[in-house]
């Protein structure tokens, strides 16, 4: 089974972040408002399925959605860690979203908070 995935949201963009050494990270093109969402296109897998074995070099990016996990491979994919993040994961279904958790600017990066699990395994405070 193959699908075609592709970023369709132009409000947002992928950019060096401001994290020294965190690579790519998200950005508002434009200004956007508190509840404003980006879906996060992405795979869905099982948890603890082969299909979660076999796609473990995507652990760190892998959001939990019901009893699954969603890889993403969007621009959601880019949003870094912050204890301090403009952005919150909203779970509808099986379907994924990153809330703005207030007004942000454009070309302002975009955060959220990683879970406990991502944050021990990758040393991040």
């Not at 404003?36 to 299909?51: F, I, M, Q, T």
């Not at 909203?90 to 942000?104: A, Q, Y």
Request: glycine content about 8%; charged content about 30%.
């Amino acid at each position: 089974m193959s699908a075609v995935l592709d970023e369709l949201d132009p409000r947002f963009y992928a950019a060096t972040s401001t994290i020294p050494g965190a690579g790519r990270g998200l950005f508002a093109r434009e200004a956007l408002r508190e509840g404003d969402r980006l879906a996060v296109v992405g795979v869905l897998v099982r948890r603890d399925s082969e299909a979660d074995r076999c796609t473990a070099f995507a652990d760190e990016y892998k959001l939990r959605a019901g009893e699954f996990l969603l890889i993403p491979c969007g621009m959601a994919a880019l949003a870094n860690h912050s204890a301090r993040p403009n952005l919150t994961k909203v779970v509808e279904g099986e379907s994924v979203f990153l809330r703005l958790s207030k007004d942000v600017e454009a070309g302002e990066e975009l955060f959220f908070c990683y879970s406990d699990y991502a944050r021990d395994r990758y040393g991040i405070a």
